[in-house]
């Protein structure tokens, strides 16, 4: 766990680095020139231990952290917005999971912390699309997310009538806002138990493109 921690740590310094300019958003909150990363400046103002997972529930994926104050990386983020944020474009967000097997989903929690706007993120499970995200399957609005820079709590989206998986088919985990949200602005905390780069995918208003980059926090649950 150290091991993991400290490389993805000097990873994500060598990232912060390179960026020649950073753009001040919210107090604490800088900015990559793109827009596309967030940087929490100060430390943690809460931490908060995250309640036991339910242990009636299967897990379907998840990068989440079993220490209670490492659920996540709290100061480093991709960026989330609405496209009315002060930041001023659409940024939405998608990551995949494959169930090994047929399940239910019931539960998606993601490490997505807010700073600015609507305090209110849409969190819903689509379908896969020729390796993008598809269709909505179910989704969910989520208010009163944990301050982007803060750890250890997710946000939580439940699905009490669930949704049907197959095996080894893949699905897509969504962060997106609607006109309810549009002016949200936050950031979905990189993930600290695989520094790997995967795929994921991004929404700025024309459509989903996929991107390969550490991913951010994120687990699927079901029954």
């Known amino acids: 766990m150290k091991r993991t921690l400290l490389s993805l740590m000097l990873c994500l310094t060598v990232l912060a680095f390179a960026m020649t300019a ?3 958003s919210k107090d604490g909150i800088v900015l990559s020139k793109d ?3 967030a940087t929490a400046t100060k430390a943690p103002a809460k931490l908060e ?7 009636s529930l299967t897990t379907i994926f998840s990068n989440i952290s079993r220490y209670p104050y490492a659920r996540y990386f709290c100061c480093y983020g991709w960026t989330l917005s609405g496209p009315d944020s002060g930041i001023g474009e659409q940024i939405w967000l998608a990551a995949p999971f494959t169930p090994t097997a047929n399940i239910t989903a019931t539960k ?3 490490a997505a ?10 969190i819903s499970i689509a379908a896969d699309s020729s390796g993008l995200p598809g269709s909505t399957l179910a989704s969910k609005h989520v208010s009163n997310l944990f301050d982007f820079g803060d750890c250890c709590t997710l946000d939580v989206a439940h ?7 197959t095996a080894n088919t893949q699905y897509w985990v969504v962060m997106s806002t609607d006109t309810s949200d549009d002016t949200f602005e936050g950031a979905w905390a990189i993930n600290t138990t695989d520094d790997r780069s995967y795929t994921f995918a991004v929404n700025e208003g024309s459509g989903w493109e996929t991107e390969n980059a550490f991913l951010g926090g994120y687990g699927v649950f079901g029954q």
């Open 35 to 37: 827009g596309r990363m």
């Open 49 to 55: 231990i995250e309640p036991s997972q339910d242990a």
């Open 108 to 110: 998606v929690e993601v």
């Open 159 to 165: 699905f009490p009538s669930g949704v049907a998986l």
């Open 22 to 24: 950073m753009a001040a």
């Open 113 to 122: 912390g807010w700073f600015g706007g609507t305090n209110e993120l849409v």
